[in-house]
Nanobody
Framework: EVQLVESGGDLVQAGGSLRLSCAAS????????IGWYRQAPGKEREGVSC????????YYADSVKDRFTVSSDNAKSTLYLQMNSLKFEDTAVYYC????????????????????WGRGTQVTVSS
């Protein structure tokens, strides 16, 4: 069974840091683009960052560039998101997703032909 399980969400003060993890199973991790997406209350889900298949290119949304860093450990089939200098507006449920492609369009991240979503992990930044 294809699964993505996120962890690492927490309550943190503005200016703090968190590291999210996304553990994948049931498929060949390196064959897909893996990305992070988030959804804040009352807002549409938006792309945050992704790594193209084959641990190739990394992409970041304008809103998180220079603050967040995405990385992967193919041996562990795990994707990470290091989030620094967190802001109140980063508060959201963060999801990881495996897709055929990912790209950056108009300052945001788009995952094309998503094959699986995780259930999400809550990140709350207090101001």
């Amino acid at each position: 069974e294809v699964q993505l399980v996120e962890s690492g969400g927490d309550l943190v003060q503005a200016g703090g840091s968190l590291r999210l993890s996304c553990a994948a199973s049931g498929f060949t991790f390196d064959d897909y683009a893996i990305g992070w997406y988030r959804q804040a209350p009352g807002k549409e889900r938006e792309g945050v960052s992704c790594i193209s298949s084959g641990a190739g290119s990394t992409y970041y949304a304008d809103s998180v560039k220079d603050r967040f860093t995405v990385s992967s450990d193919n041996a562990k089939s795990t994707l990470y998101l290091q989030m620094n200098s967190l802001k109140f507006e980063d508060t959201a449920v963060y999801y990881c997703a495996a897709s055929v492609l990912c790209t950056r369009v108009a300052g945001t991240i788009i995952g094309e032909y998503v094959v699986r979503w995780g259930r999400g992990t809550q990140v709350t930044v207090s101001s």
